[in-house]
């Protein structure tokens, strides 16, 4: 009898496993949702994180763009006020020096708004890409310093001109290099011995070309920072024609570098993939936006 009882009596294991069964997927639950919380928290931060980053640096470039604006202003402002008082502009050659300031003032912050305008719109900047001679190209910018260089006193060097031929717009290729030089040629003007090379190599399928001035060179802190908008090493400028520049080459799917050591002066190398006429679809648009 007994053995007939223990026989038909039920077994408690299914009850254990079902139970075990519940409290594992419990455990998961909670698990999985706990994740599901520290996810959306964590999103959340970064998403706030990023919003303060952007209203710091929203807040940091108003900041440098009210001080470069604010600057030629106040000139002109008080040039304004010297013009009335009558016994000060009594004389021609006073008055002619106080309204000289104020258009050389006005130049100059028509010039800022111009660059800033030019940024703010990179976006929107169309390249009209065509076959270009590299060489040429920069042999006409090099041959327009060395006309300047009667007045600057900067010895140009552009005697190396390898041939490259480079898909671009020739517009704004022209504008990144007249840039360079230009910057070379200012960051020496208060040293005797001026010297800017400018070079055009090829290898390995990209283009080269160098721009390099033995001027004060640049300090490793401004090198991290120096294509930066509104980063100048200059007492002028808003600081965006590196960054401009950059915009630009990048658009031509090249890159701009910089190599310097204070004292030793800097080099801006600018590399741009060789143009390839056997890869070139018919069909592909020869517009690009940067």
Known sequence: MLALLAQTAP???P??????????????????????????????????????????????????ILHQIKNPLQTVVLNADILQDERIVSDAATRREVCEAI???SQRLVSMLDELSVYASGARRALNRQPVRLHELVAQVAKQ???????????????????????????????VF????????EAMYDQEDRRLSIRVESAGGSAEVRVADNGPGITAENLEQIFQPFVSTKGKGMGLGL????????????????????GLGATFIVRLPLFDASVLEPSRPQEAWV
């Open 11 to 13: 077994s408690p294991c």
């Open 103 to 105: 258009v050389s003032e």
């Open 178 to 185: 007249e840039n360079l030089v230009r910057n070379a040629r």
């Open 145 to 175: 310093e060395e006309r300047d260089a009667r007045e600057t006193g900067v010895r140009v060097e552009a005697a190396t001109f390898g041939e490259a031929v480079v898909f671009a717009d020739a517009y704004y290729l022209r504008q």
């Open 243 to 262: 960054a401009i520049c950059r915009e630009i080459v990048e658009g031509h799917g090249g890159r701009l570098e910089v190599e310097s050591t204070p």
């Open 15 to 64: 009850d254990t496993r079902i139970m075990f069964g519940v409290s594992v997927v419990v455990v998961v639950s909670v698990v999985v949702f706990t994740a599901a919380v520290i996810v959306t928290l964590l999103r959340r931060s970064d998403r706030r994180r990023v919003e303060e980053e952007k209203v710091a640096a929203i807040g940091t470039a108003t900041a440098r």
